[in-house]
């Protein structure tokens, strides 16, 4: 085996290594490190045997075609090229592309962060891929262009994940080839929840460097080791996924609230949605009559108003038209005493409400009363609802009752203490005429 060792100290100058075409194919091994060539034209010739050439650390312009000649070579060694075009002027798949006995490439420290895609397409016995101190950020190589590939350096890079497709082909590369290795220290790995998997991947992995333990960079920005924070995966699973089942369980508790809620006012308001539903579906709507409800007149009111509605509005009722009534002093049961409103309200044919001030600003159940029968309107029995009121409430009823209300039903009273005049009667008669 014959060695050449340039000279470290060559500068811009013709060169001349071997004198004879016997010399030149007796050279095996070609070192020419760390010199300051600037330019380098034609070929080397006659290297029919070159099993490894080194040119790290030159400063070195040089042909395309200058590479052409080492169909032989077996170790290719480019580190820390000194100008930075070297890469841009000739690529690295053409100046491998006549190697096809390749095994060994080494572009330690190049400042590269991009290979092509095809690269070793001519090379399938390379068995060691030297990438280390480059700038690649994600994988650069393609692994079924490799089968043979033994060890692939990629330290010192800018890599912060790799994809599950180049983990997955990494996982069945390192299947048919059993002593398969990767290296992958000194990257910036991210150890963040989008990149759970390549985490797992990462510990689970048996060809890797360092054991797959890396330093990395936490969802907070503090560095922390892969395997360390693998230690407590329960931990990190919940922080990352935590708060997103937090939401998911908060979603279906509306949902089953909403539900529930639904499922209380279909029970609550059932009167109003059949009356909706049937104005919707059925063209011609029987008008309800007093007989199809349980009571005649349901009458709400405060009760510090019970002395009129007992011996003023009940005896004009019951006595004079012959109605039945609910009075919740008189009718409550045990028991809840809004749900049982709600009831006859439902089970009664026309609501009469006495709007005080009394009834607007003391009684705890004059807004929901007020809005529930408000909502029991319906095509079926669209003069359902009649209030008398206090002259001086007049303009202090909700806006709710107004947009259901024709003014014919609104009666006015201005002495609770005073019995009912001709018109009130002859008033209130006209709004429950057809219960008779």
């Known amino acids: 085996m014959y060695m050449l060792h340039g000279d470290n100290n060559v500068g811009n100058q013709s060169v001349q290594f071997i004198q004879t075409p016997r010399e030149a194919a007796n050279v095996t091994h070609f070192y020419f490190v760390g010199n300051s060539v600037f330019r380098g034209t034609g070929r080397l010739m006659g ?30 060694i480019l580190q820390s090229m000194m100008n930075e075009d070297f890469f841009q002027r000739v690529s690295i798949d053409r100046i491998i592309q006549n190697m096809p006995e390749l095994r060994y490439l080494d572009l330690t420290d190049n400042k590269l962060n991009f290979l092509p895609p095809n690269l070793f397409s001519r090379n399938s016995h390379i068995t060691h891929v030297i990438l280390a101190k480059n700038r ?31 983990t997955s082909s990494l996982t069945k590369h390192s299947e048919n080839v059993r002593d398969f290795y990767l290296l992958l220290a000194e990257n910036n ?46 931990g990190f699973y919940r922080q990352c996924y935590g708060y997103n089942y937090f939401m998911i369980s908060i979603v279906l508790l509306l949902v089953m609230s909403f539900i529930f809620l639904m499922a209380y006012l279909v029970h609550r308001f059932r009167t109003a949605i059949e009356a909706y539903l049937v104005r919707i579906f059925i063209k011609a709507v029987r008008q309800m009559k007093s007989s199809d409800y349980k009571t005649h007149v349901f ?7 019970v002395g009129f509605v007992r011996h003023i509005l009940l005896r004009y009722l019951e006595e004079d ?44 159940l004059s807004d929901i009363i007020m809005k529930y029968a408000s909502h029991s309107m319906s095509p079926a029995n669209e003069k359902r ?22 003014d014919s039903r609104i009666i006015v009273i201005s002495d609770l203490s005073a019995h009912l005049n001709y018109v009130q009667r002859q008033a209130i008669k006209q709004c429950l005429r057809d219960i008779q």
């Open 385 to 406: 609802l009649v209030l008398l009121v206090q002259e001086s409430q007049l303009y202090n009823i909700p806006g709710y009752l107004y947009d259901v209300l024709e």
């Open 136 to 166: 690649f950020s994600s994988f650069p190589i393609t692994m079924d262009l490799v089968p043979n590939l033994k060890t692939l350096d990629l330290s010192g890079n800018a890599i912060i994940y790799l994809t599950e497709e180049e």
């Open 47 to 76: 290297l029919t045997n070159l099993q490894l050439f080194d040119l790290s650390k030159n400063s070195l312009t040089v042909a395309p075609y200058f590479f052409d000649d080492f169909s032989s070579l077996r170790y290719l």
């Open 299 to 305: 009458i709400g009111y405060a009760d510090e108003d």
């Open 321 to 364: 038209l012959k109605v039945s009534t609910f009075v919740h002093h008189r009718d409550l049961g045990p028991g809840y005493t809004d749900q049982q409103m709600f009831e006859s309200i439902s089970d009664s044919w026309r609501i009469l409400l006495v709007i005080t001030q009394r009834y607007l600003n003391n009684y705890d």
């Open 189 to 234: 790995i991210a150890c963040v929840c989008s990149q759970i998997k390549f985490l797992l991947w990462l510990n689970i992995s048996t060809f890797l460097d360092n054991k797959g333990a890396y330093s990395c960079t936490s969802q907070d920005g503090q560095l922390i080791l892969t395997n360390v924070l693998w230690q407590d995966v329960l």
